[in-house]
């Protein structure tokens, strides 16, 4: 059990809906990351947050927004849902940075979106 | 740009036999570096982590990475493979300035032991 809690684990849903994914963090860890993993594709990095701020984005669709709340617990909100948003979709997170540098980075176990 | 390669989409190997999957990186500044492993419908797990010292690291479930700087790289091994050891294997790497991690990932290369 890496720490990292994600819920929902599965998640059906048709096109055009919205979804909220949401994730605690390892107690302590104030970085959060999020990541989609497709079938054809490989780990790709959507944002990420440390202590309640967007700190890097990567391949975030406009449809997609996210935020770190003040319990460091975050949340991934999905919209205007498509068939080629199924996915799995991870959070991660890790500790400060700084000084701890080197934290290593933890990762839940996922949530399975299907878009149908 | 920072990047993480891992040059081998899949590797097979026989159970018994020794296994490498390759890692390089083009991040400066001395990078931290992570082996992760996924299984099927799991999220990633930690396997093991270089942050300084004697360039062979030793992490979990036997395996070992080895760090070559003037290589960049930081290939994952296993003296002996099991067929159990089947599954996605990823490098990442964070940069060692900063205040807040930011790790990059390889695109994963899947490890095949047969019996």
């Known amino acids: 059990d890496s720490g990292v809690t994600q819920t929902p684990k599965h998640l059906i849903t048709a096109t055009g809906q919205r979804v909220t994914l949401r994730c605690s963090p390892r107690s302590g860890d104030l970085s959060v990351y999020w990541y989609q993993q497709s079938l054809d594709q490989g780990l790709q990095f959507l944002i990420q947050?440390?202590?309640?701020?967007?700190?890097a984005k990567g391949n975030i669709l406009e449809r997609f927004s996210a935020q770190q709340f003040p319990d460091l617990h975050s949340e991934l909100n999905l919209s205007s849902l498509e068939l080629g948003d199924s996915a799995l979709y991870f959070c991660?997170?890790?500790?400060?940075?700084?000084?701890?540098?080197?934290?290593?980075?933890?990762f839940g176990e996922g949530s399975w979106l299907t878009v149908v | 740009a920072q990047s993480v390669a891992q040059p081998e989409d899949q590797v097979n190997v026989a159970e018994g036999n020794p296994l490498t999957v390759k890692c390089t990186y083009s991040v400066s500044g001395n990078p931290y570096l992570f082996w992760y492993v996924q299984y099927p419908n799991r999220g990633l797990q930690f396997l093991l982590k270089y942050i300084t010292g004697d360039n062979l690291v030793k992490g979990s479930y036997g395996f070992e990475a080895e760090f070559n700087k003037s290589q960049t790289s930081f290939h994952l091994k296993k003296p002996s493979a099991l067929v159990s050891d089947s599954a996605l294997y990823f490098c990442?790497?964070?940069?060692?300035?900063?205040?807040?991690?930011?790790?990059?990932f390889g695109s994963g290369t899947k490890l095949n032991v047969k019996p």
């Open positions: 991660a997170s890790s500790g400060a940075g700084g000084t701890f540098s080197g934290n290593t980075i933890y």
């Open positions: 990442a790497v964070t940069p060692r300035r900063g205040n807040f991690n930011k790790f990059y």
């Open positions: 947050y440390y202590n309640g701020e967007e700190r």
